[in-house]
């Protein structure tokens, strides 16, 4: 399990407890056709720079908000393709924009969502001859292909069927019913997509989908023969081919047949040449909580039927994956070889031949790989996505490995969603800092200076440029991120609340943080630390706690409040309180018990007791790595429950829970509120319907949400908890 929530979405490091915070402009649009037309007359501001705001938000204020991600710049760079999520007033659905690069034309709403549907349009790309874009919508009961023509008209759905390869309506053991409805000869079914990839050439569509529900699996579940047997589940999610024409519809609308791979396929990416694909395949009904098995299969399409797999890539490979521009070599992220955390990865390069061995392109680099497309230069060098610290950026690197990595210039400490087309000829990035809010950014040549694009207006709100605080505990210098109100001063102290990010192997980033400015707007300072355990700060830094939560990494956090008090007479140090989120909420669960400092703890989504987390949680492989399997390793696992030290609890305690959680299940929640009940020790809970881990997260601390209320009943709640406990000298 990795307790964090991303990503999302717009993740930029695998493991941080938030997604990307970008955010664009609030507009309200209630029509339900996907077309290039309407574009044309959908009126919406944009911004050519942020404007300063005078006030903090309001948690209604945070409903209002939205974000910005995944830019795709059009195959003669001269237009960026762009994704807007609504605001979680406006239902929290995504949308595809258009925007020139040259930077003088506002940006166009491309499709727009039926109001029944609740998901927008999502993977917007560009067909390779710059004449279409398409994306994934659902509509109906099906998450459909689109192509929607920049010449006009609506956007089309691609007619994908298949006969469906398996049917539990034909198990022996299948209810009467359902047998009868399977004993019809089987029809094609229509594909409800994963994802998609067109070849370069624009002769191939690669799609990938789970197995159709035949109409006897349908017969069975609405008589309500629904029992599931747990890790036998018949289902994949497979992959396909079709060719396309040079209008880049499809030549027939004949059936498609899988590509012959056994397991999931979770991704697609085709070479240069546009002759063959890698995918990347997980093995079904839960095998990688026993280990790491990811598995590289090369996909030739004059020989689909079989395919190759590259015994070399690292079972822990991830995409997005690249080519290099002669087509003979893929690169990837996958784990170091060191003994760090799951998620610990670097860039590896692999030669495309079926017993070539990967070659380490970084092993060295003292921050880490983040989320992201790595890219094949021209040149022969790689550019990959990486965290330092508080910055997220890129840097180059030798194809063969030789060197040191040379970071990307950028002049924000926030550079994400590096983009670029297949002929290079420009690249778009995403550009924020904690006082400035994200924007779009173009430039002709990697490393260019930005160009700042048209996008939705983004009703920023008031924002604080962060102070970077540094101290040391334990042999290990630690760092973290300061904000400050600007009312207070040594002679009038304000409050400090401390908040710790996921994971463990998160991160805190110096981004642009409606939230925390949410907090500020309370009068109250933040400090966010880094701990020991974070990501960004190389491996022996990601691993320095293992077999030790809540031990040296807490006594960090700890040091790091000394640190800001002693230098920062207008932070009050007997007015402390402690947030946190998922393993930020497990922290907040080892302060309950460890110290009396906090007046206040407020502890969302965390893990309480790692015997019984264990047990239910959706993957245990990531925790196995910190303290082993818990029931050989009873005291190890023990020590590190905050449920351990809740004897000693005294601090006034505040749960949030989401009820469909199923990374730190709603059970740890109710464990630690009936103990501290029964210690009459004051404590709240409130259970979040529907919601499951990131998603309650993201809503809770101001991102887009489906969910119209829960975030501002959250914040709502905290708040008070805090002002009742922080009130006083």
């Known amino acids: 399990m990795i307790r964090t929530i991303f990503p999302a979405v717009t993740a930029e490091r695998l493991v941080r407890i938030f997604p990307v915070r970008v955010y664009a402009g609030h507009m309200r649009k209630s029509a339900v056709c996907l077309c290039w037309m309407a574009a044309l007359v959908a009126g919406a501001q944009t911004h050519p720079a942020q404007t300063s705001v005078a006030k903090f938000p309001t948690s209604e204020e945070l409903r209002l908000l939205r974000t910005m991600n995944a830019a795709e710049l059009s195959p003669r760079g001269d237009l960026a393709l762009f994704s807007v999520v609504d605001s979680t007033e406006d239902g929290g659905r995504a949308h595809v924009w258009l925007t020139p690069t040259d930077g003088t034309a506002a940006a166009r709403q491309l499709t ?59 198990l022996p053991d299948a209810i009467p019913a359902a047998r009868k409805a399977a004993a019809a000869a089987p029809k094609p079914l229509p594909l409800s997509l994963t994802g ?33 047997r747990v890790d036998h589940q018949t289902h994949r999610t497979r992959l396909y081919l079709a060719h396309l024409g040079a209008d880049g519809r499809r030549t027939t609308d004949a059936p498609l047949a899988p590509v012959n791979l056994e397991g999931n396929v979770s991704g697609a990416w085709w070479s240069p040449k546009s002759d063959r694909l890698v995918a990347l395949v997980e093995p079904p009904n839960g095998a990688n909580d026993l280990k790491p098995s990811g598995e590289a299969w090369l996909v030739s399409t004059s020989a689909a039927s079989t ?28 784990q170091t070889p060191e003994d760090a955390p799951p998620g610990v990865e670097e860039l590896y390069a692999l030669s495309a031949a079926a017993d070539a061995q990967p070659q380490r ?73 904690s006082d ?53 001063t040594d002679r009038n102290p304000v409050p400090l609340i401390v908040e710790v990010h996921g994971g463990p192997l998160g991160a805190w980033e110096d981004r642009y943080d409606p939230w925390v400015s949410f907090l500020l707007g309370q009068g109250w300072a933040v400090l966010r630390p880094n701990p020991r355990g974070s990501s960004g700060y190389g491996w022996q830094f990601a691993a320095a706690n ?12 700890l040091a790091g409040v000394d640190a800001v008090l002693k230098t920062h007479p207008e932070l009050n140090g007997e007015r402390l309180a402690l947030i946190g989120y998922s393993y930020g909420g497990e922290m907040a669960g080892f302060a309950e018990g460890k110290t009396n400092r906090f007046r206040a703890i407020v502890s969302g989504a965390p893990v309480i007791d790692q ?119």
């Open 112 to 170: 727009f969502t039926p109001g029944k549907e609740k998901s927008g349009e999502s993977a917007a790309s560009w067909f390779p001859n710059g004449k279409a874009i398409l994306f994934l919508a659902h509509r109906g009961a099906q998450t459909q292909l689109f192509r929607l023509s920049l010449s006009g008209g609506e956007a089309i759905p691609y007619a994908l069927t298949a006969l469906p390869l398996v049917d539990d309506a034909k």
């Open 196 to 228: 998609y990839a067109v070849s370069p050439d624009g002769a191939w569509l690669a799609v990938w989908a789970s197995d159709p529900e035949t109409p006897g699996e349908k017969a069975a579940k609405d008589a309500k023969a629904d029992a599931v």
């Open 307 to 334: 395919p190759v797999r590259l015994v070399g890539a690292p079972p822990t490979l991830r995409g997005p994956m690249a080519w290099s521009a002669d087509s003979g070599h893929l690169y990837f992220a996958a």
């Open 361 to 433: 392109l970084m092993p060295d680099f003292d921050g880490g790989l983040a989320n992201g497309r790595p890219v094949a230069l021209t040149d022969g060098r790689v550019v990959a996505p990486v965290a330092e610290g508080f910055r997220l950026g890129a840097v180059t690197v030798a194809a063969d490995g030789a060197g040191k990595p040379q970071p990307v210039p950028q002049t924000l400490p926030i550079l994400t969603g590096l983009a670029t087309n297949f002929a290079q000829t420009g690249w778009l990035w995403f550009a924020e800092a």
């Open 436 to 488: 400035r809010a994200p924007e779009l950014c173009f430039a002709a040549r990697l490393g260019g200076d930005c160009r700042l694009l048209q996008t939705p207006s983004l009703h920023p709100v008031r924002a604080m440029a962060t102070e970077r605080v540094h101290w040391q505990n334990a042999g290990l210098s630690i760092e973290g991120l300061l904000s400050v109100p600007p009312e207070a």
């Open 546 to 557: 293992k077999n030790d939560l809540g031990g040296e990494d807490f006594a960090d956090i």
């Open 611 to 729: 015997f019984s987390e264990y047990g239910t949680e959706r993957g245990s492989w990531y925790d196995r790595w910190y303290y082993g399997l818990p029931w050989e390793h009873f005291t190890d696992a023990w020590r590190q429950s905050p449920l351990s030290r809740v004897p000693a609890a005294r601090t006034p305690f505040l749960l949030l829970q989401g009820q469909a959680d199923v990374t730190d299940p709603q059970g740890q929640s109710e464990e630690m509120y009936r103990a501290l009940r029964q210690l009459n020790v004051p404590v709240e809970m409130m259970l979040f319907p529907r919601e499951d881990h990131g998603p309650l997260a993201r809503g809770i601390f101001g991102y887009p949400s489906p969910e119209p209320w829960h975030g501002w009943e959250a914040r709502q709640r905290i708040v008070a908890f805090l002002q009742a406990n922080l009130a006083g000298k």
